[in-house]
């Protein structure tokens, strides 16, 4: 065989090469869409694609940044030619050929202002005085944006002359705009109800706060104040520490952090706390190092250890211990802060729980209501107590958690 034979078979097994690999991608791809089904299963994917999509740039509700990137998804879920987002005042978005000026914004407000009165879906002819017609949309149907008993925009879809056929094509245009109205309504009303949520932890938070603040800041200035004279540096060491925990305590950023840095300010309250009772407080420590690291809501562990010095320690006569332990379990990491204190009655702790007691043990309760609004009920506190016999609080919380980030 000549030398020169060799680049032609060279080209022609890569040629065959390429068929075959041209005919294996086509054989997936046909395997694939043969997978999705019907064609009546083909739509329904479809649909729930863009709503999928849609729903992404909804999570904050209702505002231009979010509705100008939905708008096009939205759009080609109803398959209109024109497709507008307004709120109780302004055009947020727009999405159609071309954009619309200052007429066809006026055109689209007055439409949408309809709809805000009287609460109506309506479908409107377009003459050709309107602005909008002079942009070849001749037909719109208007959707209101119900939140439960508030309506906080419109949708509105518009139709060429080539889309606009007759009766039966906009009543079912109509009935389309109204469901993806309501749609975008349930987006909205999620979006709020997690506004809602974040609002009401920043308020137990802030209640946290107001607790450490009257009852912990008075007694520990009153046992630095008693080391001032009998021993100084001991007194300024004490102050760092009291300004180093106070500073966490109060922080005004951030709804998380890391079991490392709550045992952090933990040590330094339990030091403020041990110049105040000495001998009589006793803490031991379990930590295990694989948990440090784990996510918890800020201000969850400090209260509890502050309620077994309170509650526990304080109204017990002679030495009391506390046990801190935070080990790995599995997926979890849990937690747990013991006392040999004066414990207290199940019954009343069930009203504490259920926010039917206003008294001293809010901390107890504020933690147990944000664990359950963060990670679910079954990750509430869980309570082991009796008159005389202690207290045993355990808590498990998620170590994998891509939704929370310490701050």
């Known amino acids: 065989m000549q030398d020169s034979t060799f680049p032609l078979i060279a080209v022609f097994v890569g040629f065959a ?29 479809a649909t729930l694609h863009l709503a999928a999509l849609a729903g992404e740039h909804l999570r904050n509700g209702l505002h231009p940044a979010g509705a100008g990137k939905a708008v096009r998804h939205l759009q080609a879920l109803l398959g209109c030619d024109a497709l507008a987002l307004t709120d109780a005042q302004s055009l947020l978005a727009w999405q159609g050929p071309p954009d619309p000026g200052g007429a066809q914004q006026r055109a689209l407000l007055e439409l949408s202002e309809r709809t805000l009165q009287n609460g109506r879906s309506q479908v409107y002819r377009l003459s050709p005085g309107n602005a909008l017609h002079e942009v070849q949309l001749v037909a719109a149907v208007v959707a209101p944006i119900r939140v439960e008993d508030r309506i906080v925009g419109c949708l509105i879809a518009l139709s060429s002359p080539s889309n606009t056929v007759n009766s039966s094509s906009s009543a079912g245009l109509l009935r389309a705009a109204n469901e993806v109205a309501d749609w975008v309504a349930a987006q909205v009303q999620l979006a709020e109800l997690a506004a809602s949520r974040t609002l009401l932890i920043e308020a137990e938070v802030r209640a946290l ?19 001032v004279i009998s021993d100084p540096q001991r007194a300024r060491e004490l102050l760092i520490e009291f300004a180093d925990f106070t500073r966490y305590s109060f922080r005004r950023h951030g709804d998380f952090t890391t079991v490392a840095e709550e045992l952090r300010s933990i040590d330094r309250y339990l030091l403020l706390e041990r110049a105040r009772f000495g001998e009589r407080l006793q803490v031991s420590l379990q930590i295990g190092p694989e948990v440090l690291s784990t996510v918890i809501p800020f201000l969850s562990l400090q209260p509890l250890v502050e309620n077994a010095v309170r509650h526990g320690i304080e109204a017990k006569a002679g030495v009391g211990h506390i ?77 994998f958690q891509p939704e929370h980030r310490a701050d």
Do not use: C, W
């Open 323 to 399: 046990k801190l332990t935070a080990q790995d379990a599995g997926a979890y990491a849990q937690i747990t802060v013991e006392d040999d204190g004066v414990g207290m009655d199940p019954a009343h702790l069930a009203e504490v729980l259920a926010g039917h007691d206003d008294g001293d043990h809010v901390g107890l309760r504020n933690v147990d209501a944000r664990l359950r609004q963060v990670y679910g009920d079954e990750h509430g506190l869980v309570v082991d107590t009796g008159p005389g016999a202690g207290t045993l609080i355990t808590l498990r919380v998620p170590k």
């Open 209 to 227: 706060r107001a607790q450490i603040s009257p009852h912990f800041i008075y007694n520990s200035l009153n046992a630095i104040a008693s080391y």
């Open 17 to 45: 090469a390429l068929v075959a690999f041209i005919g294996y991608l086509g054989f997936r791809l046909s395997k694939s869409h043969r997978e999705l089904g019907t064609p009546a299963e083909h739509a329904s994917y």
